[in-house]
């Protein structure tokens, strides 16, 4: 075990990519974090903002079934966000992509919510035997970037739910002050890079993959003018305190770990980026959760100590889904790392059409977190 330095206030050390460090030993994300909690305000001024955010987007969807498109997963921010929404005294309609691989908690979670809420549900479901492929296509490439499907196969079902029904607004239910804002060098997504890797490591033709095209993104956030927006970014939103929310009022269930909603992804999160990458990515939540006083220092560095925690069973479900053998297996994770840099990708185009983005940026189209990693070189990355 390296010693690395650690900042004073969050859990970050010096693995994280682009962190540098204060006079006081504080990194530079916690000052970020700072930054984005002036410029977001939770109380009432947050409350005032969320207000006027809710009369625009009513405004936007008279005449129209729905005002807002909500993505739902069965995990607690999403869940949250649609139970907000519906609090706001909008009329979401909630999106689901169906990568094949949720699990059975996660599916009833969302239908308890939609039943209690009376919230219609848009699914895109892809077929099976093509998104396995998918995967082992990121995997044979020896990417560590292998939930960059899932990714952006909900963006682009989202844009596709908005799209068809009318909708101008896409919610998102993602909070920087519990899940923090992931660093570029973590995971790199675009819809070419996808078809770039399943081009070269692919055998199944992608057909019903909802890939995000630059054509359709241009499309969609410049031409239809569809925002995407954070309102949980307004709120001083508790995670314990949703959570608890959730299972009283539509008997949510925790399914025991954050990101276990989705098999796939729990064993990216707990298995394979451990192993693969050495890459935890749970000390991100952990920080944020920190820096937002929610979590003891003390008690989320206790929490990183112990190793994290893949149920077995979902490491033989990866392995027999995808038609690997133990051999094929062992070999796959002992690739070296390839970088998304070796493969094509949106990013010289992100970049050279910065100017633009910006706009799009400044009109709530991409998210800001958007603008700053895909559309600023490498070399200015970092927060
Ligand atoms: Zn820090």
Known sequence: MRNLRVCTRCIYDESVP?????????????????????????????????????????VAGRGKKYDCVVGVSGGCDSSFMLHKAVEMGLRPLAVHFDNTWNSPIATQNIYNLLDALGVDLFTLVVENEEYNDIYR????????????????????????????????????????RTEGISP???????????????????????RSFPNLTFARFVRWAAWRNIKRIRPLWYLPYNKD???RLLAERYGWQWYGGHHLENRFTAFYHAYFMPRRAGIDQRLLGHAALVRSR??????????????????????AMVKKRLGFSEQEFAALMALPIADWR????????????????WVLMKLDRVPESFYLKFCRPMAQQGP
Request: with cysteine.
């Open 137 to 176: 296509a990121f995997l044979r490439a020896g990417l560590k970037d292998i939930e960059a499907p899932t990714d952006i196969a909900l963006a682009t079902t989202l844009y596709l739910a908005a799209e068809q029904h009318g909708v101008r607004y896409i919610l998102e239910g993602h909070s920087f």
């Open 241 to 243: 305190a949703a959570k």
């Open 342 to 357: 070796d493969f094509e990708t949106y990013k010289p185009l992100f970049e050279r059409l910065r100017p633009f983005f």
């Open 184 to 206: 570029l060098g973590w995971l790199y997504m675009d819809g070419k890079f996808i078809e770039s890797v399943h081009h070269r490591f692919g055998r199944v033709p992608m």
């Open 294 to 315: 929610q979590l003891e220092r003390r008690t989320a560095m206790a929490l990183m100590a112990e190793p994290p925690d893949c149920p077995p069973e979902i490491v």
């Open 18 to 58: 682009a962190i540098t460090f204060d006079e006081a030993g504080v990194c530079n994300y916690c000052r970020m974090h700072d930054d984005l909690d002036r410029r977001y305000p939770a109380g009432p001024e947050g409350e005032r903002i969320l207000r006027k955010m809710a009369d625009e987007i009513r």
